[in-house]
């Protein structure tokens, strides 16, 4: 990963260099050329600032992030950035700089978003304080619905608190149900898989398996719609049903890597569906394990899904426990018969503090 503090520094003296030389060069550069000069010297400061705090968070270095953005000017993107580092080891000052952050820029959404997912995870971790802490979340959640009507991510936020919340700190199934209403009406896609929330979080089973069954033949290309099925059956323990979607979705083609022009992130359609593909290819092995039936499919799996992993600029927390994934393939192995592929995988596993996984790596050790 490259410097990105060292790069800031060089294109903010690349950019002073410059302009020091237009002001010698031509005495008609004027007051508010300079003040132009020096935002844009700022504003990529401050990219730049975030660019690598998101870097950092990739590799979980939140601290390290936080350190970072600390050193930038306040933008509503900065602020963003800090939330959500914090957010990560320190929810209290999470807290502190979501409410400072919509102080200063009151009328930015995202900052109320971020605000309300901080004192939802307050209210939750809070037994005193939990019910004044939700009523923060959904006041922070319905005013960036109120600010930004176009963006699903908030109305889903405000779904999701209505239908969590007991009615005593503000829940209510049929306002729920009046947010998923917008959103199916906003757009069709990103309904359906709101709808399939809503009926998981209603305990409507039945419901949301309909639902997928349907949509996979309206949106054929969504392989998250595919693997979600498989999910539903391998949840009933009904491998035999579940193993033809992860095998279906796991073989797919992978979507095309698209970003956003103005942040650089990935596409949200992009990142669902490559995510998908790649938690495919994991439970292609993992049911195999399971049910100790189609193990060559499942070593074939788990191979790609090591390549595949490599080439989708996922950050670590978006794809497989990769750990975890050769800890299945060794077992695949010994299901396969080859000891000598098996002992050599499972040397690969990194344990780490992973007391489940200490343990499926001392039980493979024994069986070898």
């Known amino acids: 990963m490259a410097n990105f503090a060292k790069i800031s520094f060089g294109i903010a003296t690349t950019v002073l260099l410059t302009y020091s030389s237009l002001t010698l060069a031509q005495t008609s550069f004027s007051n508010a050329d300079a003040s132009a000069w020096s935002n844009s010297i700022a504003a990529n400061a401050n990219q730049l600032a975030v660019q690598k705090a998101k870097a950092l968070n990739a590799k979980g270095e939140f601290e390290k992030a936080t350190s970072i953005l600390g050193g930038a000017d306040k933008t509503p993107e900065v602020y963003g950035s800090l939330v959500i580092n914090l957010a990560q080891y320190d929810l209290d000052e999470a807290e502190d700089i979501a409410n400072e952050s919509i102080k200063a820029f009151p009328n930015n959404a995202r900052l109320h978003y971020l605000r309300g997912v901080v004192m939802g995870s307050q209210a939750q971790s809070s037994i005193f304080s939990a019910l004044g802490y939700a009523e923060k979340s959904l006041n922070s959640f319905q005013k ?133 593909k790649l938690s495919a290819l994991y439970q292609v092995g993992r049911t195999a394990v399971v049910t100790e039936k189609n193990t060559a499919k499942g070593i074939a799996a788990m191979g790609a899904l090591q390549a595949a992993t490599e080439s989708s600029q996922l950050s670590p927390e978006s794809i497989p426990n990769m750990n975890w994934a050769m800890a299945r393939l060794s077992e695949l192995y010994i299901q396969a018969g080859d000891k000598s592929a098996a002992k050599a995988t499972l040397a690969s596993v990194k344990v780490g503090e992973d007391k489940d996984l200490k343990k499926q790596v001392k039980r493979l050790q024994k069986m070898l």
């Open 144 to 276: 960036a619905v109120e600010l930004d009507q176009e963006e699903i991510t908030y109305k889903r936020a405000l779904m999701s608190f209505y239908l969590a919340a007991p009615s005593i700190a503000g829940g209510d199934e049929d306002l729920g149900k009046a947010q998923l209403d917008a959103i199916k009406m906003a757009d069709p896609l990103q309904g359906v898989y709101a709808e399939y929330a809503f009926f998981q979080m209603t305990d409507e089973p039945e419901k949301a398996l309909a639902l997928l069954q349907n949509s996979v033949q309206t949106y054929p290309q969504e392989i998250s719609l595919v693997f979600r099925l498989g999910v539903y059956y391998s949840q009933q323990e009904d491998y035999d049903k579940a193993m033809p979607y992860f095998m279906q979705a796991s073989e797919m083609p992978s979507p095309a890597l698209l970003r956003d022009p103005d942040t650089g992130d990935l596409e949200a359609s992009y990142r669902r569906n490559i995510e998908a």
